[in-house]
């Protein structure tokens, strides 16, 4: 709920100020539950207690990386699962990142993915998207906390809430992320992307973007034969970025797939007049994803190409070992990815 929700909830025999004195409790102190916020009068803890449950999702299982990864088996109110990823930034304790989803599962299906395989359960609401940040931040609390939408689900088919919960992240009067801090990750659905930007209060955009070319990337997308290559570049050079803003790319580099030097020129020339990073990140490897993860010196020569016109980044992999790295979170029962360097 937004300040004006509770105020509905709470009706008018309640003071305003009741409603402030609530929604702060929840998203700036992140109180665990609503009887503990000392504040309010007794009878109306009680009532909040009985009538209007925190909702917050419950932990079914956890798993705990090498490197400090954690990824979260959250339950929800209906005993759905959905998966969140805490990484805390490597020498930095004041800061990590949350990875998490917007759906149950994922309609995408982009061949390289293991959430792909799990076909689409349903979308998260609004509160069910905050509580994994409330949660995950609850367990571990840090200064700076970055939140990416990349986790299970296409954020954009579930647009209207995931602005919703854009909207609780970023209140100032609440849980005051940055919009600098939060990205959203999209497979390219045009329409929705167009909409993205409309929006006063929004994430950063990144592009799922893993091909050089229109076949190729239908070959590994299927949304593509939707929504097609040409067409998406199009809406990224139209999108409004904002002053501080640059849209970024990601890359899944599958071994002699997509990875030759010829598809880093190419991606060179799809780029061209956008304000852009690319982040690159070889395969993360999965039981029946039918490719391979690409040698190190072929990703750093991808990215040599790439980086003369456009920052280009590798991404790090984190939580390999418990199936947490981008791409893995199938809600797999055991951890059996050797961690690599």
């Known amino acids: 709920m937004e300040l004006a929700d509770i105020q509905a909830a709470l009706g008018s025999a309640q003071p305003a100020f009741r409603a402030r004195q609530i929604y702060d409790a929840v998203y700036r102190q992140r109180v665990a539950n609503l009887a503990a916020i000392s504040s309010l009068p007794k009878d109306l803890r009680e009532r909040l207690d009985q009538v209007f449950p925190l909702g917050m999702p419950t932990v079914e299982r956890q798993y705990d990386s090498a490197d400090g990864t954690r990824r979260y088996l959250l339950k929800l109110g209906d005993g759905k699962t959905v998966e969140t990823v805490w990484m805390p930034a490597e020498g930095e304790a004041d800061r990590a990142t949350i990875c998490i989803s917007s759906q149950v599962g994922c309609a995408v299906d982009c061949k390289f993915c293991l959430t792909a395989k799990m076909g689409l359960e349903r979308s998260l609401s609004a509160g069910e998207i905050v509580g994994q940040v409330l949660l995950a931040a609850g367990t571990a609390p840090v200064d700076r906390i970055n939140i990416v939408m990349m986790g299970q689900g296409e954020p954009l088919l579930n647009l209207a809430n995931v602005i919703k919960a854009s909207r609780l992240l970023m209140d100032p009067g609440g849980m005051a ?12 659905i045009i329409p929705r992307i167009i909409e993205l930007g409309r929006e006063p209060v929004r994430p950063k955009l990144a592009i799922s973007l893993n091909a050089s070319t229109e076949e190729q990337r239908q070959a590994l997308m299927p949304i593509t034969r939707k929504y097609h290559l040409k067409d998406l570049m199009e809406a990224c050079r139209e999108y409004p970025l ?15 797939v997509n990875d030759t030097d010829a598809d880093a020129r190419r991606v060179v020339r799809l780029l061209a007049h ?7 990140i070889a395969l993360n490897p999965g039981p029946g994803i039918p490719f391979d993860t690409p040698e190190p010196l072929r990703v750093a020569a991808f990215q040599e190409i790439v980086k ?34």
């Open 242 to 256: 904002r002053p501080w803003e640059k849209l970024t790319f990601e890359y899944v580099l599958l071994k002699g």
């Open 308 to 341: 003369r016109a456009v920052p280009c980044f590798i991404r790090k992999p984190r939580g390999l070992d418990v199936y947490a790295a981008c791409g893995q979170l199938k809600r797999m029962e055991s951890a059996l990815v050797p961690l690599t360097s």
């Open 274 to 280: 956008i304000n852009a990073k690319v982040n690159l």
């Open 177 to 188: 992320i940055s919009p600098r801090r939060i990205t959203l990750s999209t497979a390219g």
